[in-house]
């Protein structure tokens, strides 16, 4: 049996991802999360062969989840599933350890097919957006991505300092240079076009 953990935020959703993949005989679900940090203690905890996550979750985004994953060298592989067709992301998800990326929309067999392919340390593309993913590169800095996106959310600089323990002038640099990179005339306008090309 494959063991499996799936992290998506939204209950409906992942207890339909359950539910098919429950239909296969040789994938067991072990362990579901609603959110970055419980799925993150899941892995830990269970060290499942697989785990299936979502991008966009509260408390830690799927792809910083991958990047534990890797980091913490379970042995656990990741395929992410997302609604976002974006090469901006798949990118990331390739620079954080994921094996697989699907879309949201793929037929059930595909998807029970990639998880069984990036167990067997295969790779899992949706085979569009790979195809996307030789175009422009991310300009951002990590630090940079995570106080934009924190701008994006309607956080002030004073905000952002507390959330990651910065000093407030430090926010405002990171701010001012992610809008220079990206070409924009304020930080919302940096944040929309990032998260546009997937590098949010």
Known sequence: MIRVVLAEDQAMVRGALAALLALEGDLEVVGEAGDGHEAEALVRALKPDVLLTDIEMPGR??????????????????????????????????EAG???????????????????????????????????AWGEAD??????????????????????AEVLGLAEGTVRNYLSEA??????????????????????
């Open 61 to 94: 985004t799927g792809l910083e989840v991958a990047a534990a994953v890797r980091d913490a060298a379970i042995g656990t592989k990741v395929v992410i599933l997302t609604t976002f067709a974006r090469a901006g992301y798949l990118r990331r998800a390739l």
């Open 98 to 132: 994921a094996l697989g990326y699907l879309l949201k929309d793929a037929p059930a067999a595909v998807l029970a097919d990639a998880v069984r392919r990036v167990h067997a340390g295969l790779r899992a593309i949706d085979p569009d957006l790979a195809a996307q």
């Open 139 to 160: 300009p951002l800095s990590d630090r940079e991505r995570q106080v934009l996106r924190h701008a994006g959310e309607g956080r002030t600089s004073a905000e952002i």
């Open 179 to 200: 809008i220079g990179k990206l070409g924009a005339a304020n930080r919302v306008e940096a944040a929309r076009i990032a998260r546009e090309q997937g590098w949010l």
